[in-house]
């Protein structure tokens, strides 16, 4: 049984591009969440995605945004990166609420840096 | 507001016990997490605790007072292994799916010989 998987594991990219990063979710999960975790930081709710919409949203401004495939796949996308944009971004699966203990399985992460 | 703390760095000894504390402030609860995290590494799931009182798992136990916004985790007969990251993080009330977690900033565990 495949866990969480992300896609590419290391990225580089300067000032102003966009980048799209890629999360397959654990079999048999339906709901995405997204993190960015700073070094030495814990890490940051992007948003969360459920039957192919943004559920839940955390501070993070419009440049971030994404979208969930009918296979429940996921992808975060950045626009205009700044330096700061610079971390560990974190794809976690779970399954749907309805159940009490549903527990958020997170993928190896995708490492940006921005130059 | 929203608002995990927990000690940045700890030093243990192996074979030793060692506690780590977490105290939180959120405008909902829905349950506290315990999470590892290796460097460079994804977090794993360690423990999970939604009413007050110790949940115990192996090496591994967790306690939670929701009255006091507190919480620990207790790791029993360190192994250098457990030299990792421990982050702390709640789940908010949910009304839909998932639920996101709010994480704390992590407690930098070293174990030595």
């Known amino acids: 049984d495949a866990g969480v998987t992300q896609s590419p594991t290391h990225l580089i990219k300067t000032r102003g591009q966009q980048v799209t990063l890629r999360c397959s979710p654990k079999?048999?999960?339906?709901?995405v969440s997204w993190y960015q975790q700073a070094l030495g930081q814990g890490p940051q709710f992007i948003f969360q995605?459920?039957?192919?919409?943004?559920?839940q949203r955390g501070n993070f401004p419009d440049r971030f945004s994404g979208h969930q495939f009918p296979n429940y796949s996921s992808e975060l996308n950045v626009n205009a990166l700044l330096l700061g944009d610079s971390a560990l971004y974190l794809c976690?699966?779970?399954?749907?609420?309805?159940?009490?203990?549903?527990?958020?399985?997170f993928g190896p992460g995708t490492r940006l840096t921005v130059l | 507001g929203q608002n995990i703390d927990q000690p940045t760095e700890m030093t243990a000894t192996e074979g030793a016990i060692v506690q780590i504390n977490c105290t939180y402030q959120?405008?909902?609860?829905?349950?506290l997490f315990w999470y590892q995290q290796h460097a460079g590494e994804a977090p794993t799931f360690l423990s999970y605790n939604v009413l007050d009182g110790l949940e115990e798992k192996g090496r591994f136990s967790s306690f939670l007072s929701r009255s006091k916004g507190y919480s620990y985790l207790l790791l029993k007969e360190l192994q250098m292994k457990d030299s990792a990251s421990y982050l702390c993080?709640?789940?908010?009330?949910?009304?839909?799916?998932?639920?996101?977690?709010?994480f704390g900033q992590g407690t930098e565990l070293s174990v030595k010989p």
């Open positions: 995605y459920y039957e192919e919409e943004e559920r």
């Open positions: 959120t405008s909902g609860f829905n349950g």
């Open positions: 993080a709640v789940r908010e009330r949910i009304y839909n799916q998932g639920g996101k977690l709010i």
């Open positions: 079999s048999g999960h339906d709901t």
């Open positions: 976690a699966s779970s399954l749907a609420a309805g159940q009490a203990y549903n527990e958020q399985f």
